[in-house]
């Protein structure tokens, strides 16, 4: 407990003198998330500061090993680092798929070659990556992918195209699931293989949603090569060949916690009652004017805190080695359900106002796109619907239809 209350101490310091004043506060969202990458526009100087000084401390990536770009911290430490974050309501230095999926995927299937080459950049913020996983024909259904991925010799070709690629008209890179071998069974002959996307072999096609965004896209390999080794010892497929499945079952564990984790939690250090409170105002006790609201706001505000504190236990049984396995599924339906339900409280707290498309006063209609773009929460990483089968199946152990 000594050495917690050091380490606290010594963070509380140090992100007191670092953290810009810029980077405290305000809300959070996909337009003020810094993404990292080679085409990366940075939003100010100091955000640009701030991810330089975290990533320097190993603080992007605190629970990752010091000789792969983190910090090594121990659990605890990530959690007292956390707390102390949103204490001065710091904003997250860097975000992005690969540190919520493939570096948690590599540091359990990568080869050290692999980990020294691909995660470093990550941590800095340097490369960004997406996923390619669902195909036209292939999204819930998963195993039945087909895009071909044939040995060439020196290099692989790959052929076919991936759907919902989100952000990858803006990545880097992208870890992609191909078949390696089409004489195998379903769940056999699929590769996990790592793929440079700045060739003429891969281009994207932005797929616009109704909440007038587009972050997803559609992507298209036409002979696109991956080197059988990207540098010296650093193959391009993770884990074994033909065995791309384990690679993708567990990183889509990781995917359900990063979009179910998306429910829970405050708002820019804020809770909801705080921010719906900031809209409507408060009567001489301090409390919601709407009463019906305000019962809502109370009970979704409970909820979220013990939504959070299910995550927490979660994650510390899963690095106690009892995993999370099918509790990914449990997570990622609760939490986007709920994320789903926060939305619409901040509609019904801004009323007709909270339909406003475009303007100043509204920013563009930020709430309302916001709102319908939290429809495609419950549908990114297996829908509603699967994961209730799962749910069922894995861990109530109800018999089939």
Known sequence: MADIETFRAAARTWLEENCPPEMRGGEQDETTICWGGKRWTFKSEAQKIWLERMAAKGWTVPAWPKEYG??????????????????????????????????????????????????????????????????PNAGSDLASLQCKCEDKGDHWALNGQKIWTSYADESDWIFVLVRTDPTATKHNGISFVLVDMDQEGVSTKPIKLISGKSPFCETFFDDATAPKEHAPGVSAIVGELNRGWDVAKYLLTHEREMIGGGGGGLLGGRGLGEVIANELGVDENGRLNDPILRGKVAQAEVDGWAFLLTMERMKDEAKAGQGVGANSSMLKYYGTEFNKRRYELFMDAAGSDGLEWEGERSEDGKLAKSWLRTKANSIEGGTSEVQLNIIAKRILDLPGA
């Open 70 to 135: 983190g910090a090594g911290l121990s659990k605890e430490e990530v959690k007292v680092l956390k707390d102390e974050m949103r204490r001065i309501k710091a904003r997250s230095p860097l975000e992005s798929f690969g540190i919520w999926m493939l570096g948690p995927a590599l540091l359990k299937y990568g080869t050290h070659e692999q980990k020294a080459h691909f995660l470093p950049p990550i941590a800095r913020g340097e490369v960004r990556w997406c996923q390619g996983y669902s195909e």
